[in-house]
C-alpha cells in the first residue's frame, strides 16, 4: 500500500518568509498533485507533476518532483495570508488517467498578517 | 463551467440511523469518485465509477456502505446504519481522465452522535 509522508504537519509563519513542505514516499509515482483545500471546500488543484526532476512554477509557488519520482516539494515565496490553508499531496501509481489516488494527511500553513 | 455539487452540506444523525449523500459532477466527466475524509487526515478513496460501473471499492465498507451511479451521471452514497466513527467529510470528485486531474465538490460534513 502506498503511503505518503507530508511535513511538516503545522506550519505557522509571518507574512514576507518563505517556507518549504515536504511529500515522501518510499513508492515510485507515475504522477504526484498537489491540492489546497480551505475550511468548509473540497481540495482544489494546484498543480500536478509527471516526470522526475520536473520543477514547476506558479506564481509564487515553486513545485518539484524527485528525480526517482518518490518524493516532492512545495516552496512559497513571500507567503501571503491568502495561502492560509491545508496543502495535500497526491500520489498515483498506475498509468496516468482514472488511477486511484492516495493522498497524504496534509501540511496545515497558518500565514500571519 | 458549473463545478461538482453535493448535498446536503451538512448532516447530523444518531449512531444506527441511515444518511444518504447526493453528487453531480461535472458536465461530460466519465469517472466519479467518493471520498471520506476525517478530521486532520487526507481523502481516503471509498468508490471510482467509471460511467456507470464500479471500477475501484476496494475500501468501501460494503457492510454498511452504499454507492450508486445510475446513467452514468449523479451518484449517491448510502450509509446504513451509521457508525459513529463515519464522522467525515465525504467528497465527491469527477475527471475527464486524463492525468487523474480531478475536481472535488465542497462536501457534506457528517456527525453521528
Known amino acids: 500500500t502506498q503511503l505518503l509522508e507530508q511535513s511538516p504537519q503545522f506550519l505557522s509563519i509571518q507574512e514576507g518568509e518563505n517556507l518549504t513542505v515536504y511529500c515522501n514516499s518510499s513508492?515510485?509515482?507515475?504522477?504526484l498533485q498537489w491540492y489546497r483545500q480551505e475550511p468548509g471546500e473540497g481540495p482544489v488543484l494546484l498543480v500536478t507533476?509527471?516526470?522526475?526532476?520536473e520543477v514547476k512554477k506558479l506564481k509564487r509557488l515553486t513545485f518539484q518532483f524527485g528525480d526517482a519520482r518518490k518524493d516532492s516539494s512545495l516552496h512559497i515565496t513571500a507567503a501571503q495570508p491568502g495561502d492560509t490553508g491545508l496543502y495535500l499531496c497526491?500520489?498515483?501509481?498506475?498509468?496516468?488517467?482514472?488511477?486511484?489516488?492516495?493522498f497524504g494527511k496534509g501540511t496545515r500553513l497558518s500565514v500571519i498578517a | 463551467e458549473a463545478g461538482v455539487a453535493q448535498s446536503p452540506r451538512y448532516k447530523i444523525i444518531e449512531k444506527r440511523q441511515s444518511v444518504a449523500f447526493w453528487c453531480n459532477p461535472i458536465?461530460?466527466?466519465?469517472?466519479l469518485y467518493w471520498y471520506q475524509q476525517i478530521l486532520g487526515q487526507g481523502p481516503k478513496l471509498l468508490i471510482q465509477?467509471?460511467?456507470?460501473?464500479?471500477?475501484?471499492d476496494s475500501q468501501l465498507p460494503k457492510d454498511r456502505f452504499s454507492a450508486e451511479r445510475l446513467k452514468g451521471v449523479d451518484s449517491t452514497l448510502k450509509i446504513q446504519p451509521a457508525k459513529l466513527e463515519d464522522s467525515a467529510v465525504y467528497l465527491c470528485?469527477?475527471?475527464?481522465?486524463?492525468?487523474?486531474?480531478?475536481?472535488f465538490g465542497p462536501g457534506t460534513r457528517l456527525t453521528v452522535l
Open positions: 470528485a469527477s475527471s475527464l481522465g486524463r492525468d487523474n486531474e480531478q475536481f
Open positions: 513508492s515510485v509515482f507515475s504522477s
Open positions: 507533476v509527471v516526470t522526475g526532476g
Open positions: 497526491a500520489g498515483s501509481e498506475g498509468p496516468s488517467g482514472n488511477t486511484p489516488l492516495v
Open positions: 458536465s461530460g466527466h466519465a469517472t
Open positions: 465509477f467509471q460511467n456507470n460501473g464500479v471500477v475501484d
